[in-house]
């Protein structure tokens, strides 16, 4: 597993577990520190994750082993289920297109039996050229 360093990265403790063209797996074991004042995970959490599986995935758009800057302009969360302390989550980030300048990505964040637990869209403004 790949923790590709940010001091975000670090605190909130998701490890990037595939990469590839156009997307990303990134998985997290549920701890205390993610938990709300109900005892389950941060709306907070969930969405940090659909943010930057997408963002990996855009920033693979030239595949795994050149990785683009680009900005997230917007995101759109969908809360649908509630994942449990200890629990590993993964969440699968794909580009799903766009151009020089503007990227389009989707994630999901998935308990580990499969149940969905938050999805995302978001756009990406590409710092650098890459065509």
Do not use: C
Not at 50 to 70: E, H, I, M
Not at 89 to 117: N, P, S
Request: hydrophobic share 40%.
């Amino acid at each position: 597993m790949e923790r590709p360093y940010s001091g975000y990265a670090e605190l909130i403790g998701y490890e990037l577990v595939a990469k590839d063209k156009d997307f990303a797996r990134l998985q997290l074991v549920i701890e205390p520190k993610h938990l709300n004042r109900m005892g389950v995970p941060h709306g907070g959490s969930m969405a940090t994750l659909l943010d930057t599986a997408t963002g990996f995935a855009v920033a693979f758009a030239s595949g795994p082993d050149r990785v683009l800057k680009a900005v997230t302009v917007s995101m759109n969360v969908q809360f649908v289920g509630q994942g449990r302390p200890g629990e590993t989550v993964t969440v699968e980030g794909r580009r799903t297109g766009g151009g020089k300048t503007v990227a389009f990505a989707q994630a999901e964040v998935r308990g580990d039996d499969g149940r969905l637990l938050a999805r995302g869209d978001a756009v990406y403004r590409f710092l650098e050229k890459w065509r």
